[in-house]
């Protein structure tokens, strides 16, 4: 988890300049990737139901996105 943490912070910041604000923002955008990312394999099917999430335990539900 801490490789794909530090990827997607890498990938949001590059080699920008930034404020302390902008770096907040940054990390948690990163946070929300992966809090994001399915708990089990996801099938391709569009019938299927959606897969758990960390976000879901998280915030108790189901996000707009995913009903």
Known sequence: MFKAAK??????????DMTDE????AFVSAEALINSRPLKYQSASRCDITP???SHFLHGELSLEDE
């Open 7 to 16: 990827r997607s912070v890498y990938g949001i910041l590059g080699n920008a």
């Open 22 to 25: 902008e770096l907040m923002t």
């Open 52 to 54: 758990l999430t960390p």
